[in-house]
């Protein structure tokens, strides 16, 4: 996001913590998106667990 020096590797592809909330705010408010037509209606709920656990 900043273009800084990583800090801490296990961050990659972001420099700090902070740009990797920011990057996550960008996603969550739709500044970024995926070219291509809208999905059809989808359903995002998770499925309820199976009753049939063995």
Do not use: I, T
């Amino acid at each position: 996001m900043c273009r800084r020096a990583v800090d801490d590797p296990k961050l990659l592809p972001f420099c700090s913590p902070r740009c990797q909330q920011q990057d996550l705010v960008n996603w969550l408010d739709g500044a970024y998106s995926l070219e291509g037509p809208p999905p059809d209606d989808v359903d995002v709920r998770p499925s309820p667990p199976d009753d049939d656990e063995s």
